[in-house]
Structure formats: C-alpha cells, structure tokens
C-alpha cells in the first residue's frame, strides 16, 4: 500500500509539474538599532519628579532587547511584562549607538481616564547603556478636562549580560 502511495504522488507530480516546485524565499533580519539586544541587567534611579510618592526611587530590572526592522520588542524578565515599540528615529540612526523611543498607552479606570507616556533615550557604548526615561501620567476626567499630570526623570545604566 505504501509503495502504491508513493507512486501515486510520484506520478501527479509528473503530470503537473506546477504543483511540485521547489519554493525558494529568503529572509532579512536588520534592525539600526541590534547593537541593543540582548539581555541586560538595567539599574533605574530617580532623578527628579514633582510627585515622589508615587513614583520607585530606584529599581532594577533584567532585560530582554530584541525587534526586527523599526520595532523593539522588550520583555522584562523579572515581571514578565513584554512590549513592542516602534522605534522614533530606527532609520535615521544608523550607527545604532542611539535608541530613542516613544510609548504611549492609554486606559479608563473606573471614572478617569489615564495616558502614560514613556520616552527612554539610551546611547550604547560597547556592553553598557546609558541615558534618562522620562515617564508622564496624565489623568483626565470623562469629559476629556486635564485633572493632573504626574512626571519622573529616571537615570538608567544598562549591563549587558547575555547576546552579540
């Protein structure tokens, strides 16, 4: 029965060449900004805020950099939290020594609604990163009127602990 099988198939691919083509692709991997990925041992400490008490003084975090193309993908090990961000400046920095983002979410919570805004900017050097993440919450009422706007300036250091 196997052998009837084979030659079954055999034969309908003699017969119409078009359906047994060999498919050939290929795939690009590039990404401005590579020199980024890996895994990183990422140390936050405040630096200015006009509301300290609702903001972490310091944290540390472990890391997980990958994208492809103008989207980082960042996964934090330590809570599990993942992202994708479509990198501002990818194809004008070439060099990737520079990353440079904006992310911005924005959720209803009971009677308010919230629009955090994050804008991290790191410059590369070798196997550490560092630069500032500035992070904004607006609260707005349902009505659309600015009730509040929080702020923090964190200083980052980046140690990379895994990757190319």
Not at 19 to 39: I, M, R, V
Not at 51 to 61: E, L, Q
Not at 113 to 135: A, V
Not at 137 to 143: N, R, S, T, V, W
Request: aromatic fraction near 14%.
């Amino acid at each position: 029965m196997k052998k009837f099988i084979f030659i079954f198939i055999f034969l309908i691919c003699l017969i119409s060449p078009s359906n047994c083509e060999t498919l050939k692709g290929s795939t690009s991997y590039d990404a401005p900004f590579k020199g980024f990925f890996g895994t990183w041992h990422v140390t936050s400490k405040i630096e200015s805020s006009n509301n300290y008490s609702i903001f972490n003084k310091m944290s540390v975090d472990i890391w997980n950099l990958s994208g492809y193309n103008d989207v980082l993908i960042l996964e934090n090990g330590l809570t599990g939290a993942t992202s994708q961000i479509k990198v501002d400046n990818a194809l004008s920095n070439l060099d990737g020594k520079k990353l440079k983002f904006t992310r911005i979410k924005e959720f209803k919570q009971g009677e308010f609604k919230y629009k955090h805004i994050e804008q991290p900017e790191f410059i590369l050097d070798g196997d550490i990163f560092k630069g500032y993440d500035t992070f904004k919450i607006e609260k707005y009422d349902l009505g659309g009127n600015l009730i509040s706007v929080d702020v923090v300036k964190y200083k980052v250091i980046g140690q990379k602990i895994a990757g190319e």
